[in-house]
């Protein structure tokens, strides 16, 4: 967890600078800027301080290790279904969900439903089917 501790904290670095330039260029006339910029900061360090703390907690990952061979990592990275038609139509609703936004809520209650449908679809596609386990 190196590498995204590193990149997270990185993040931080350019955000708090970015946050004070653009203060200073905007006389702190201009609120909403410096607190989007200010809270990217904090959310990036947030991140950065929960995987520097987890990583402490974990033992060294393949992927940390420097001198790390590809076959260090085989192994099972956990069961996937081979084919599913259930994340386009999540997509789909998700899509007529953000069109509802811009034409009306009547719409986004219709892509709410639809998305509804489709997460429990999508959930419990493993249980029952072509795909049991």
Same mark, same amino acid.
């Given at each position: 967890?190196?590498?995204?501790?590193?990149?997270?904290?990185? *993040?931080?670095?350019?955000?708090?600078?970015?946050?004070?330039?653009?203060?200073?260029?905007?006389?702190?006339?201009?609120?909403?800027?410096?607190?989007?910029?200010?809270?990217?900061?904090?959310?990036?360090? *947030?991140?950065?301080?929960?995987l520097w703390?987890t990583?402490?907690?974990?033992? *060294?990952?393949?992927?940390?290790?420097?001198?790390?061979?590809?076959?260090?990592?085989?192994?099972n990275?956990?069961?996937?279904?081979a084919?599913?038609?259930?994340p386009?139509w *999540?997509?789909?609703?998700?899509?007529v969900?953000?069109?509802?936004?811009?034409?009306?809520?009547?719409?986004?209650?219709?892509?709410?439903?639809f998305?509804?449908v489709?997460?429990?679809?999508?959930?419990?596609?493993?249980?029952?089917?072509e795909?049991?386990?």
């Amino acid at each position: 967890m190196r590498v995204e501790t590193k990149l997270f904290l990185y *993040l931080v670095g350019f955000f708090v600078p970015v946050t004070l330039i653009y203060g200073f260029w905007t006389k702190w006339q201009e609120p909403i800027g410096v607190i989007a910029l200010l809270l990217s900061a904090l959310l990036f360090a *947030l991140t950065g301080f929960f995987l520097w703390m987890t990583g402490k907690k974990l033992a *060294l990952r393949p992927e940390d290790n420097t001198a790390g061979e590809i076959e260090d990592a085989e192994g099972n990275y956990g069961y996937f279904v081979a084919s599913s038609w259930t994340p386009l139509w *999540l997509a789909a609703s998700g899509a007529v969900m953000f069109a509802g936004l811009a034409i009306g809520w009547w719409l986004f209650i219709i892509g709410a439903m639809f998305a509804i449908v489709a997460v429990c679809l999508w959930v419990f596609e493993s249980f029952s089917g072509e795909y049991s386990i």
